[in-house]
């Protein structure tokens, strides 16, 4: 702890300002390298899309939308007789209004709910899930990553099983099994799925980046000028395991929603909206087949699935070029 | 490099392990197979003579037209069965699937007619006697009929119905074998071959009696006594035992499991069809059984509740005045060869539907409503709507304040608009229930119970439902109140007391999740807007079916539930749930005069007296409301009207959940 | 190398045992037991409920429990069916394994095939159309809602074209004229057929592996043209074989059922094996062999497939086998849609029935199974991996 104390000391003003303005080069030429890769792009494209979506509901629900309508969970449009198809024993509108229309640009749900309202509203559960399970990822990998790759030995052998142990559950199935069994809502998603994806595969990949790391000299430089274990591990080993960590973050990301999606379509979820609870609404209705007729139950929410889950696997991919640099063109 | 060389021999000798195995099976494929094309009905007989060189059996099928008309029934089933054996089928594996396919195989000495659930004779050749005293006994004595047959052709006699209820009362097996209650029946005693004769050790009520020994299947003792013989030799060894001990429970536990794993091949069936094969996860099959006793019997349904049966033979059978309007008129078959189940899941099923790879799709629940649309405009589908024989609702906890009081129950009730729940918000996809028997079981359902705010306006309701809690002494800081500005809304109560000036607690509604059901949890999301208008605190916890059960009846610690019931024909269950301390009643309702109303309900054995006893504990609950109905679903069944035709359509619950596809009256279109 | 496979051996006993303890702990812990099914059924009384609840041993102490269900571990008596009663749960895994294995072996083998010859050539084929287009259908493909992306391949190929059975499979109306003499009653038919068709491929593939192995030291067009021949002798005499036999159609049958599983698995997984193969030929390409060979002026189609995509084979090879589990995962959303009771269908059921021995031992059986898969990865790296000497 003196140790540490002495170091940071010794030049602690320096040294951050140092650090930041690194940090800023290697974004800017990280952004560089990233800018050129046009699948890239267009996956940072439709996330930042998504992500005004889901900025834009709060906004039109003070303003435009009056809630008893609109309300994603609980509204429901009187003025709309049938939504989505009559049934035959009540009277049949002349001018049936459950299509989109300008009121409800995509129609409403079986329960007489508009979809557009819960495809944005359930866009900011989608990324606080996903963003949510993908730092428990980084924090639990990172940092077990580093202590076992550090201090090797015992620790190592134990966590490495673990991660063994992670990996051989097939994510989907263990969810279903937990979320079946436990009441299970987005948070708690987040944070299992977290732990999987964290103690699992990605601690063992980074473990091997940060094997390479402890190795390079100016980790040897620090421990002979008496820095504490703490310190290194924190100081020196994860930030440089933080770009490749940011990139498996990524692919966490797309693996959570996904889950969040099919376990919701079982119906597994105790959560009251979501983009695969939309899709089982349609389904338990028994609209999935009609896909092409009633095509405002199944797309937004299938659509917007693939789209922000492929969004955030092509950024992971453009950056794999970034922080990997035997994968570059040049 | 060594190393990789014995790997490789390793390798080969994996192979020529391979090769010896997958050849062994040709050596046993030499046995010859003769089939014998039987009035449609393909017998197997596998004989294994001396080895001949290739044997040669047909791969029929692949050249074989599909099945001509009347010749298989294909129904697409959910789910596979999941036992052959008749007495885990009744107990622990007792559900559709099961019945479904061989429910009809066991025959009982009555049942309820398929179409209108009438209560008429099966195996028996006229009604039972009356009950009466004999000795300490309570006895009846039932006649059975002389040309009934098991299909291998030997009768079924009265010996068979007390072997069956002696061995169920001796082993004291649970589920639907409860039929057969040791609380009532004593024994059954084969007077003669076709006479059986009921002893009864206390008195029965219908639902014991009618509709509980005389509907219960009877089993086939030549098969099964053999069989079941050991077990219960096994039985009679710790018989003595202290019947509550751990021990004891276990050992009974380990006898019953064997039971129910004995092997029910070539079990004769008592009915019209009999099990053919079953590929697991695949199929299964039943044939029809040719000497089927009842085939060919003519029913004949008038106007006026009467019925009609006569059998080809000249036999007749009925009951009412046998006069005026025909209702309906059917016949009973079996006039398919064979029915195949097939297992899809939901979607697939319709898709096969359409596809005409199956005749009808045979689910617990009916189609959903975006299925019924998806076929509607289908010329070849036909499709029926049916009440289903049960309901949803909403149940309080009578251990929590205010929920206890009569007053606050109404107000919810009267708060809670049905005809816009079922009709806009739920679409029409539920049918509103305000009584405990539903509407489809005509005969015990009564349709005049109290409705408290039936009809009103949305501002009629709340006031409706205040001025009652006023009466009961309720008081709020700021009492809800009508709206008029912003078109018609509720200023929510606010800082609602109890009569005792103490505050109303936070109260908390369980409803099964959107994923699981959405009708249920778009109602509880609903339910708890209006009870928080009237001022009660509530919050509706959508959540996971197991929870819900585990709150309500592990725990006790919870205030409201919104679950449902699927109910049986006869309505003994309205007092199984209410009596004061039954299982059931986890709300603890109490209420000596319904107690009192239930004991002579259970006690009844006249079936008017019945239903006039039913009707006045329909109406009770109604007002008492320790239930709250919501809505019964409507159960829709779709079927190819180019390949079959049903005699009728209208049946309790469906043709599927309530007819299992009516397989014996289904016919061919031809 | 026999040490190092028992070091293995000892760690994955290890492996598992932790792995067997946090299936009991996590089963352990959940609320509501397989009684609650009961509670639903007016017909049977609370106390009956108790009485099952003592019988199954539901009341004895967590540990008690614990003990038992090590105990049937070890044994192979994985307990008596819950939702099944009283069926043991080993005769419903074996009764369903064979299904899955068959499928998800085909799927995967023909998904890794297609992923790893796009990966190849993407890698080569650096910025053009061809990457980006087939990176974004293959992302959108791995990506997509698969329950509603199998229902359209249905819906399409089944439902509107006829070309394809819809889901299950077998067809009934066909299997229940057919007779299997001297099959044990105690199969399927359709698990007699299965498990011919499990071992005929296996049988297959070692052949094809041997031959490959023996024709190693050929020269490059020769090789290409004597390994041609024996893949195509041996998918006939295969094929011809099960032509030839009584069951013949009946496998037909089943193969003609799984087409559209393995066209819908391999379309939705492809680009997975596409992108790592891809990035592990990128990687290979920098290394100064490749360059060597370049420089040597040797052909680049021959530098692609000789030297670069065989090195990349490995890593991926060994990724695949690895994600034989996961296979599972896929395969509980496959095997829903298409109505085909593999151990992922068993899963899901079991699992919303509460079904808690079935449970346990499906996920044992995956469990198991991965363990394995991944001994045979390592043993695999270590035997055709030159630079890894294990001592």
């Known amino acids: 702890m003196n140790n540490t104390a002495h170091t940071t000391s010794s030049a602690p003003t320096s040294l951050w300002k140092m650090r930041l303005r690194l940090m800023r080069k290697s974004l800017k030429t990280g952004w560089d390298i990233f800018k050129e890769n046009p699948v890239g792009m267009v996956g940072l494209v439709i996330i930042v899309f998504f992500a005004l979506l889901a900025i834009l509901h709060p906004i039109l629900m003070a303003t435009v939308w009056d809630p008893g309508t609109y309300d994603p969970i609980t509204g429901y449009d009187f003025k709309t007789l049938i939504h989505p198809s009559p049934p035959s024993w009540l009277p049949q509108p002349d001018n049936p209004m459950y299509k989109p229309s300008f009121r409800h640009i995509l129609g409403t749900d079986p329960l007489g709910r508009d979809v557009l309202s819960q495809l944005m509203y359930s866009t900011r559960s989608e990324f606080l899930l996903g963003v949510g399970a993908a730092l428990v990822t980084v924090l639990i990998a990172t940092t077990v990553g580093a202590v076992s790759a550090y201090y090797g030995g015992l620790i190592d052998i134990l966590f490495m099983r673990m991660a063994d142990v992670m990996m051989m559950l097939p994510f989907i199935a263990i969810l279903i099994v937990l979320s079946s069994l436990f009441q299970f809502k987005m948070i708690h998603l987040a944070i299992v799925y977290g732990i999987l994806a964290g103690f699992g595969g990605t601690t063992i990949v980074i473990k091997s980046q940060a094997l390479t790391i402890k190795v390079k000299s100016y980790i040897e430089a620090a421990r002979i000028a008496g820095g504490g274990d703490g310190h290194i591990i924190f100081t020196h080993l994860v930030p440089n395991l933080l770009p490749l960590s940011f990139l498996y973050m990524m692919f966490t990301v797309t693996g959570a929603i996904f889950s969040e999606a099919v376990l919701s379509f079982f119906g597994l979820l105790d959560i009251r909206m979501s983009w695969g609870l939309m899709i089982q609404t349609a389904q338990a209705a028994g609209y999935l087949l009609n896909s092409w007729k009633y095509w405002y139950l199944m797309f937004p929410a299938g659509l917007s699935i693939t789209l922000l889950c492929a969004a955030f696997y092509l950024v992971g991919r453009a950056m794999d070029e970034v922080v990997n640099p035997r994968l570059r063109k040049r | 490099m060594l190393s990789k060389k014995w790997l490789v021999l390793a390798g080969l000798l994996v192979v020529v392990g391979i090769l010896f195995t997958a050849c062994q099976p040709k050596t046993v494929v030499e046995t010859v197979v003769v089939t014998v094309e039987k009035e449609g009905t393909p017998i197997v007989i596998t004989a294994t003579p001396a080895p001949t060189e290739e044997a040669t059996p047909e791969p029929t099928g692949e050249t074989e037209k599909v099945g001509g008309p009347g010749d298989v029934y294909r129904i697409a089933v959910l789910s596979d069965m999941t036992t052959q054996n008749v007495w885990a089928a009744y107990d622990p594996d007792a559900s559709i699937w099961n019945y479904a396919v061989y429910g009809s195989k066991w025959p009982s000495a009555y049942g309820l007619s398929t179409h209108r659930w009438d209560f008429v004779p099966g195996i028996a050749a006229d009604n039972p006697s009356d009950l009466e005293q004999e000795g300490d006994f309570w006895v009846c004595t039932v006649p059975l009929r002389d040309d009934v047959k098991w299909s291998d052709g030997t009768p079924i006699t009265a010996e068979d119905w007390a072997w069956t209820a002696q061995t169920v009362l001796t082993l004291d097996l649970s589920g639907n074998w409860e039929a057969y209650d040791g609380d009532y029946l004593d024994h059954i005693e084969a007077v003669d071959a076709h006479t059986a004769k009921l002893y009864y050790h206390t008195k029965p009520g219908l639902a014991r009696h009618q509709y509980g020994v005389l509907m219960s299947p009877i089993l086939n003792k030549a098969f099964w006594e053999p069989k079941v013989a050991p077990l219960l030799d096994e039985y009679a060894a710790i018989a003595d035992m202290d019947h509550d001990s751990d021990d004891f429970q276990a050992k009974r536990e380990a006898i019953v499991q064997k039971l129910y794993q004995l092997d029910p091949t070539g079990e004769p069936s008592g009915g019209a069809w009999q099990f053919s094969q079953w590929e697991k996860g695949a199929y299964s099959e039943i044939s029809a059984v040719d000497s089927y006793y009842d085939k060919g019997l003519k029913v004949t349904e008038y106007a006026n509740g009467a019925l009609k049966e006569a059998w080809p033979g000249g036999r007749e059978w009925g009951f009412g005045d046998q006069s005026g309007d025909v209702s309906a008129e059917y016949t009973e078959g079996p006039w398919f060869n064979s029915v195949v189940f097939s297992i899809y899941n939901a979607d697939a099923a319709l898709l096969a539907l359409e596809a005409g790879e199956v005749d009808f799709i045979l689910t617990p629940n009916g189609l959903s409503r975006g299925q019924v649309d998806q076929v509607s405009g289908n010329p070849g589908i036909s499709t029926a709507q049916n009440p289903a024989n049960g309901f949803r609702y909403m149940a309080f906890n009578f251990n929590v304040k205010p929920l206890d009081d009569i007053a606050v129950r109404q107000a919810i009730d009267c708060m809670i608009d049905k005809t816009f729940l079922t009709q806009n918000l739920l679409q029409g996809a539920a049918i509103p229930v305000n009584t405990i028997v539903p509407e489809g079981n005509s005969y015990w359902y009564n349709p005049n119970v109290p409705l408290f705010c039936d009809g009103l306006s949305a501002k009629d309701r709340l006031e409706k439902a205040v001025g009652m809690l006023k009466d009961a002494g309720y008081t709020w800081d700021k009492e809800p109140t009508w709206n008029e500005s912003r078109g018609g809304s509720v200023d929510w109560g606010e800082g609602m007391k109890m009569p005792d000036g103490s505050p109303v607690p936070q109260m908390e509604l369980l409803a099964p999740s959107a994923g699981y059901d959405p009708l249920r949890a778009t109602a509880g999301v609903y339910i708890e807007q209006w009870i928080n208008q009237l001022g009660i605190p509530c919050k509706a916890n959508l959540t996971n079916f197991n929870n819900i059960l585990d709150a309500v009846f592990g725990g006790g610690d919870w205030d409201m539930y919104i679950l449902g019931w699927g109910v049986s024909a006869f309505p003994d269950y309205a007092c199984d749930f209410f009596y004061t301390d039954a299982g059931f009643n986890v709300g603890h309702y109490s209420n000596p005069t319904f107690d009192k109303m239930c004991d002579e309900f259970y006690a009844e054995t006249d079936m008017e007296k019945a239903r006039d006893e039913s009707f006045k504990i329909q109406e009770t609950l109604a007002t008492e409301l320790p239930y709250i109905y919501l809505f019964t679903t409507p159960m829709w069944d779709a079927w190819d009207n180019n390949t079959v035709i049903y005699p009728f359509t209208d049946i309790n619950d469906g043709i599927g959940s309530g007819g299992y596809g009516l397989q014996n009256y289904v016919q061919a279109v031809q | ?391």
């Open chain 3, 1 to 391: 190398m026999g040490k190092y496979i028992l070091q293995r051996l000892g760690q994955i006993l290890v492996t598992l045992f932790v792995f067997q303890t946090l299936l009991f702990v996590i089963l352990t812990a959940m609320p509501g037991d397989v009684t609650n099914r009961m509670l639903t059924n007016p017909d049977i009384p609370p106390e009956v409920r108790e009485r099952t609840r003592q019988a199954l041993g539901l009341d004895d102490p967590v540990l008690v429990q614990y003990g038992r269900w090590f105990q049937n571990f070890i044994t192979g008596n994985l307990g008596v069916s819950y939702s099944e009663y009283p069926t043991p749960v080993i005769e419903i895994l074996e009764e369903r394994i064979p299904r899955t294995m068959v499928l998800f072996l085909a799927a995967t083998i023909v998904q890794f095939v297609v992923g790893f010859s796009m990966g190849r050539a993407l890698a080569w084929q650096r910025g053009g159309f061809f990457e980006y287009g087939s990176t974004i259908v293959g992302v959108t493909l791995y990506t997509v809602f698969t329950p509603w992306f199998a229902l359209m391949m249905i819906f399409i190929f089944g439902a509107r074209l006829h070309w394809l059975p819809l889901g299950k499979f077998l067809t009934p109306i066909l299997w229940r004229k057919v007779d299997i003499p001297g099959m044990s009653d105690s199969l399927t038919k359709a698990n007699y057929v299965f498990t011919r068709m499990l071992w005929t491929a296996t049988a297959a593939f070692v052949i094809w592996l041997i031959m490959a192995y023996f024709t190693r030291n050929l020269s490059h067009t020769k090789r290409n043209r004597t390994r041609l021949i024996a893949t195509v002798i041996i998918l006939a005499v295969s094929i011809g074989g099960w032509a030839m036999v009584d069951i013949g159609p009946l496998a037909w049958d089943i193969t003609k059922h799984m087409i559209l599983p393995i066209v819908t698995l391999t379309l939705v997984g492809f680009a997975g094996t596409m992108l790592m193969t891809r990035q592990t030929m990128l990687e290979t390409l920098r290394e100064d062999y490749i360059q060597t060979a370049r420089a040597k002026g040797l052909p680049e189609k021959l530098v692609r497939d000789k030297h670069a995509a065989r090195n990349a084979l490995l890593p991926v090879f060994t990724g695949l086998i690895i994600s034989l589990p996961s296979v599972i995962s896929g395969g509980i959303i496959t095997e829903t849609v298409f109505s085909w009771p593999g151990m992922g269908l068993t899963l899901l059921n079991a699992t919303t029935q509460e079904d808690i021995p079935l449970v346990m031992g499906t996920l044992s059986f995956i469990g198991v199974l991965s363990l394995l898969a991944h001994l045979v990865a390592d043993i695999t790296y270590a035997f055709l991996d030159p630079r890894i000497r294990y001592s």
